[in-house]
Nanobody, 123 residues
Framework: QVHLVESGGGVMQPGGSLRLSCAAS????????MGWFRQAPGKERAFVAA????????YLEESVKGRFTISRDNTKNTVYLQMNNLKPEDTAVYYC????????????????WGQGTQVTVSS
């Protein structure tokens, strides 16, 4: 059974940093795309970042470029989202997800999802 378990969310002041982790288990993800999405209150779940597990190639949504970094640790089967210079508009529930299609930002192709972790950016 596949599990994606996010951790690392919390409350942070604007300009601060958080690192989210996504521990993956239950199958081999070497051919998968691992993605991070976020959902703010009253809004649709939106793409944030993705990484090809095999190559480590990364892709970031425009509004987080230069602030967020996605990476993975093969030995720990874990994907990370390093978030720097946080802004109030980054407040959302952040979800880790996995898809086998190679498509990056379309949430409909992601077949495995974590339960989400809350990130709140507020002074």
């Amino acid at each position: 059974q596949v599990h994606l378990v996010e951790s690392g969310g919390g409350v942070m002041q604007p300009g601060g940093s958080l690192r989210l982790s996504c521990a993956a288990s239950g199958r081999t993800f070497s051919s998968y795309i691992m993605g991070w999405f976020r959902q703010a209150p009253g809004k649709e779940r939106a793409f944030v970042a993705a990484i090809r597990w095999s190559s480590g190639s990364t892709y970031l949504e425009e509004s987080v470029k230069g602030r967020f970094t996605i990476s993975r640790d093969n030995t720990k089967n874990t994907v990370y989202l390093q978030m720097n210079n946080l802004k109030p508009e980054d407040t959302a529930v952040y979800y880790c997800a996995a898809n086998p299609t190679g498509i990056l930002s379309n949430r409909d192709v992601y077949i495995y999802w974590g339960q989400g972790t809350q990130v709140t950016v507020s002074s």
